[in-house]
């Protein structure tokens, strides 16, 4: 019974595959640039993840990143009844033994459901650490080499190099340089 936005977007509404909105680009790096610098400022970026999640869906490892967003989100998250709720989510979808997009993380076999009684913010720390160090020294190399990464960054590097891209910096260091 899987829908086409993956397993949590009924939770997380901001993660699913609609277009994401434009980023800030006061940044001096933006882009395929910005992800290549680290994984943490590939998952900043809306656009980034996107990307990510399409090269993780045809590694059949969509999970460890939908795993990582709900930890981000679930430490936003206020009140115990809300914690709860979104604990035994995260749990049911990712950590249990009967769970949709199962995680493989160390110490599993000893989680148990008794945990989702008391939450806490930062309950899902450990192991959102170890996916996060799983992705950046595994996925995350191969993406940055895959046809995903690569078509991104020459589809970038030819809108900047568009004669109304060159223009628009023109007229924008014409402004600064007053």
């Not at 992800?35 to 999640?53: C, I, Q, Y």
């Not at 989510?89 to 493989?104: E, G, H, P, R």
């Not at 959102?128 to 020459?154: G, P, T």
Request: aromatic share 10%; with cysteine.
């Amino acid at each position: 019974t899987s829908n086409e936005d993956g397993p949590l977007s009924q939770f997380f509404p901001e993660i699913n595959d609609s277009e994401s909105h434009p980023s800030s680009s006061h940044q001096t790096l933006k882009g395929t640039s910005k992800w290549a610098t680290s994984l943490e400022n590939l998952l900043e970026d809306p656009e980034g993840v996107k990307r990510f999640r399409e090269f993780l869906k045809k590694e059949f490892s969509e999970e460890n990143v939908l795993f990582w967003l709900a930890c981000e989100e679930f430490k936003k998250t206020q009140g115990k009844k809300q914690m709860q709720e979104k604990a035994k989510d995260i749990y049911m979808t990712f950590l249990s033994s009967k769970a949709s997009s199962q995680v493989n993380v160390e110490g599993q076999s000893r989680l148990n459901e008794t945990i989702l009684e008391t939450p806490h913010p930062l309950m899902f720390q450990k192991l959102q650490d170890q996916i996060f160090n799983l992705m950046k020294y595994d996925s995350y190399s191969r993406f940055l080499k895959s046809d995903i990464f690569l078509n991104h960054k020459k589809s970038e590097e030819q809108e900047e190099s568009s004669p109304e891209a060159q223009t628009a910096a023109k007229r924008a260091s014409r402004i600064y340089n007053t």
